[in-house]
C-alpha cells in the first residue's frame, strides 16, 4: 500500500531521496532495503550485472512499480509504502509521473504518428496545452537532440539512434524534475549509441538531474557525479564515479569491472 503527501524541499536537500526500499516478486526479494539520493541537478549512474534490481529500482522511483515497503521523494512529492498506507489516487499518479521523465531500452513511438505528433501527444492529453503551445514546446526539444528537421517524418523512417533521441525529447516535453533512463542505449547497434549518450551529456551540462541504468562505464566514468553498484537487490557500493570505477573498495564492485579494466589496459 501507498500513502501520498506533498512535503515543502528545501534548497538543501537532494531532489531524489529513496529509503528503505523493498520489492518482492512473489517469492523473490528483488530489492531489499535500498537508500540513496540524488542532489538537485546530479547524475547517478546505476551499475551492476543483469538482475541485480536497477530497472525494478529505477521503475520504482516512477511508480510504474509500487515498492513493497520503504519511501520514495521527487521534489515536493513524497510516497511512503508498507502496511496500513493507502494507495494515491489515479490523478497523483499521472502528475507525479509526468513530472519524472523515464527513457526506455524500446522507443515506444506510436508509429501511425509524425514524430512531432509523439512528442505534442502528452503536453497536449495531461499538461493541457493548446496545440500551438505544444508545437512550439515540441519543436524546442526536437532542436535540443539535433532533430528539427525530422518533426514531420514518421518513426519508421528514423534510424535507432533517431528513435531513442525522439523518445528523449518526448520525455523532455513534459518538463519534468528529473530524467530516469533505462538502458537507453542497450537496444542500439553500436554505431549510433553515442548520438544517444552525447544528448544524455548536453542534458547533465545543462544541469538535469538524472539516474541512469547503464552497462556503458566510460560513460558513467565521465558524466556521472556518483556511480551506484547494486548486485543481488542491494547496494554494495556508493560514492563518486571515477573512485568507484578506478578504485573501487568492494571486492565485488571490482569483480564487476575487471571487463572494463581489461579493455582499459589493451586501449
Not at 136 to 157: F, H, I, S
Not at 213 to 233: L, Q, S, Y
Request: proline share 4%; hydrophobic share 45%; glycine share 8%.
Amino acid at each position: 500500500m501507498t500513502a501520498y503527501s506533498r512535503v515543502a524541499a528545501s534548497g538543501d536537500e537532494p531532489m531524489i531521496d529513496v529509503r528503505a526500499l523493498r520489492k518482492s516478486f512473489g517469492d523473490l526479494e528483488v530489492l531489499r532495503n535500498i537508500n540513496f539520493t540524488v542532489e538537485p541537478g546530479g547524475v547517478v549512474a546505476l551499475i551492476g550485472p543483469s538482475g541485480s534490481g536497477k530497472s525494478t529500482l529505477l521503475r520504482c522511483i516512477n511508480l510504474l512499480v509500487i515498492p513493497d515497503d520503504g519511501a520514495i521523494r521527487v521534489g515536493e512529492t513524497a510516497f511512503s509504502f508498507g502496511q496500513g498506507a493507502r494507495v494515491p489516487r489515479a490523478k497523483a499518479l499521472a502528475a507525479f509521473r509526468a513530472r519524472t521523465g523515464m527513457v526506455f531500452q524500446s522507443f515506444n513511438l506510436f508509429g501511425h504518428l509524425t514524430v512531432l505528433e509523439n512528442i505534442i501527444e502528452a503536453p497536449m492529453q495531461v499538461r493541457k496545452m493548446s496545440r500551438d503551445q505544444a508545437e512550439k514546446l515540441a519543436m524546442a526539444q526536437l532542436e535540443k537532440v539535433g532533430l528539427a528537421d525530422r518533426a514531420r517524418q514518421m518513426p519508421n523512417t528514423l534510424s535507432g539512434g533517431q528513435k531513442q533521441r525522439v523518445a528523449i525529447a518526448r520525455a523532455l516535453a513534459m518538463e519534468p524534475e528529473v530524467m530516469l533512463f533505462d538502458e537507453a542505449t542497450s537496444a542500439l547497434d553500436p554505431e549510433l549509441v553515442g548520438e544517444v549518450l552525447a544528448t544524455m551529456k548536453e542534458l547533465a551540462r545543462e544541469g538535469m538531474t538524472m539516474v541512469i541504468v547503464t552497462h556503458e562505464i566510460a560513460f558513467a566514468r565521465e558524466v556521472a557525479d556518483r556511480v551506484v553498484f547494486m548486485r543481488d537487490g542491494v547496494v554494495v557500493e556508493d560514492g563518486p564515479a571515477r573512485q568507484v570505477i578506478d578504485t573501487p573498495r568492494e571486492e565485488a564492485t571490482r569483480n564487476f569491472l575487471s571487463h572494463f579494466h581489461a579493455e582499459q589496459k589493451k586501449d
